[in-house]
């Protein structure tokens, strides 16, 4: 897969490599096969994301601009000839079993949560469904950020298909998105938006996803800082991202508390939004409904900026985002700051922080020629703050959730 392991200016991506498809896929049947006893139906793959702006904007109903990243999880299924459910991963030491009548909320619990949560929901669709056995095999960094859970999701889900016998429509990806979503906030306990399980099923190789929240219409949007020289850094901090510890969860209240008081479904629906901010006398939450508004409006400059090639522009709304996240809705972390501000003393043209927050990754726009440089001066400011060594990959946008064998 083209970027998927290469170097620029010297740094490989070897530190957080996303290894070759086909390579990936081959390994997981043949594991299959050994654990399991039999072929799969087949091996699905899904990415994991990076977000390039529009940060918590997801459930307020406004429009974000993701793009699938080249690691992904991987999924092989086969159906069973009785209910027994079992689920087995080539990163966790010890398979989970269960039964086929029995996965819905409350009744599975860890890593297991996001894929018999996905078969409950398609189950609660009118999905006929036997009992499993999936084994998986990811390459998305868990904790980073970048949408490890929704790729588990959307694999397993797309390999669900196949076990039923569904041929998948872009109707049928949508219902997928649904039933993705619904696993994760109703059995995970997760109180994410939809945008993960979106760009996981329709991310398309060069483009970025303009998704729109309030009426799940995508538009895709041209990604190609190449042409200019430019490379985008993904910074895994290592600084372990959760989104059930419930920092995210009071920020959702927060925004939900706010359009109770400016009388609005969601905070999409405010016209004003300087007057709005001086109808909410609380500080906090006038922070946190200021930081979705404006960045509801660097979306929209965003995209305009892409089309037009302006690189420079889309560097400055990347960091006013982050500055709003850290000040305003408060979820960024010392390790987050850190790598945005080094990226910044080394002559990028743009950084933020990326996903829920309270840790994870941060991107950065360079020169192709000074990753190396930043990358070195990154992993010395971690030093130098006894932090964990930061993970490097490289983010050429691509193809959303297939089958791959």
Same mark, same amino acid.
């Given at each position: 897969m083209p970027g998927a392991c290469r170097s620029v200016a010297g740094v490989s991506t070897a530190d957080i490599p996303a290894g070759d498809p086909d390579h990936i896929a081959d390994r997981l049947v043949d594991r299959f096969s050994s654990v399991v006893g039999r072929q799969p139906v087949g091996c699905f793959m899904a990415p994991g994301r990076v977000n390039l702006i529009g940060?918590?904007?997801?459930?307020?109903?406004?429009?974000c601009l993701p +793009?699938?990243?080249?690691?992904?999880?991987?999924?092989?299924?086969?159906?069973?000839?009785?209910?027994?459910?079992? %689920?087995?991963? @080539?990163?966790?030491?010890?398979?989970?079993?269960?039964?086929?009548?029995?996965?819905?909320?409350?009744?599975?619990?860890?890593?297991?949560?996001?894929?018999?949560?996905?078969?409950?929901?398609?189950?609660?669709?009118?999905?006929?469904?036997?009992? @499993?056995? %999936?084994?998986?095999?990811?390459?998305v960094p868990v904790g980073a950020g970048l949408s490890s859970s929704a790729a588990l999701e959307c694999s397993v889900? @797309?390999?669900?298909?196949?076990?039923a016998g569904l041929s998948v429509d872009q109707d049928v990806r949508r219902r997928l998105v649904s039933a993705c979503m619904r696993a994760e906030t109703e059995v995970a306990r997760?109180?994410?938006?939809? +945008?993960?399980?979106?760009?996981? +099923?329709? !991310?398309?190789?060069?483009?970025? @996803? &303009? &998704?729109d929240c309030g009426d799940w219409s995508t538009e895709q949007v041209p990604w190609d800082p190449a042409a200019r020289d430019l490379e985008? &850094? /993904?910074?895994?901090?290592?600084?372990?991202?959760?989104?059930?510890?419930?920092?995210?969860?009071?920020?959702?209240?927060?925004c939900e508390e706010a359009a109770r008081i400016l009388g609005v479904e969601s905070l999409r629906e405010v016209n004003e939004p300087e007057q709005?901010?001086?109808?909410?006398?609380?500080?906090?939450?006038?922070?946190?409904?200021?930081?979705?508004?404006?960045?509801m409006a660097r979306v929209e400059e965003a995209v305009g900026q892409l089309r037009n090639s302006d690189y420079t522009g889309l560097g400055q709304s990347f960091a006013a985002s982050h500055r709003s996240l850290?000040?305003?809705?408060? /979820?960024?972390?010392?390790?987050?700051?850190?790598?945005?501000?080094?990226?910044?003393?080394?002559?990028?043209?743009?950084?933020? +922080?990326?996903?829920? !927050?309270?840790? !994870?990754?941060?991107?950065?726009?360079?020169?192709?020629?000074?990753?190396?440089?930043a990358s070195s001066a990154i992993r010395a400011a971690f030093a130098t703050n006894g932090w964990t060594a930061p993970g490097f990959l490289l983010a050429p946008p691509s193809e959303g959730a297939r089958q791959v064998r």
């Open positions: 940060e918590h904007v997801d459930y307020n109903n406004g429009k +793009m699938a990243l080249p690691h992904a999880t991987y999924a092989a299924l086969a159906p069973r000839d009785d209910d027994e459910v079992r %689920i087995v991963s @080539l990163q966790q030491e010890e398979p989970w079993r269960g039964r086929i009548d029995a996965l819905g909320p409350g009744e599975v619990d860890g890593w297991a949560t996001y894929v018999a949560g996905v078969v409950w929901a398609l189950q609660q669709e009118g999905a006929d469904l036997p009992g @499993l056995d %999936i084994v998986v095999d990811s390459r889900a @797309l390999g669900l298909c196949a076990v997760a109180p994410t938006g939809g +945008m993960d399980q979106t760009i996981a +099923m329709f !991310g398309e190789a060069g483009q970025a @996803l &303009l &998704l985008l &850094l /993904v910074v895994d901090t290592r600084a372990e991202h959760s989104l059930i510890d419930g920092g995210y969860e009071s920020r959702r209240a927060d709005a901010l001086a109808a909410l006398d609380d500080d906090r939450i006038r922070r946190r409904a200021r930081h979705v508004l404006t960045e850290r000040d305003d809705f408060e /979820v960024s972390c010392p390790e987050l700051d850190v790598v945005v501000e080094t990226a910044h003393e080394q002559g990028a043209l743009g950084a933020r +922080m990326t996903g829920g !927050g309270f840790g !994870g990754s941060a991107i950065a726009l360079l020169a192709q020629d000074g990753v190396a440089q």
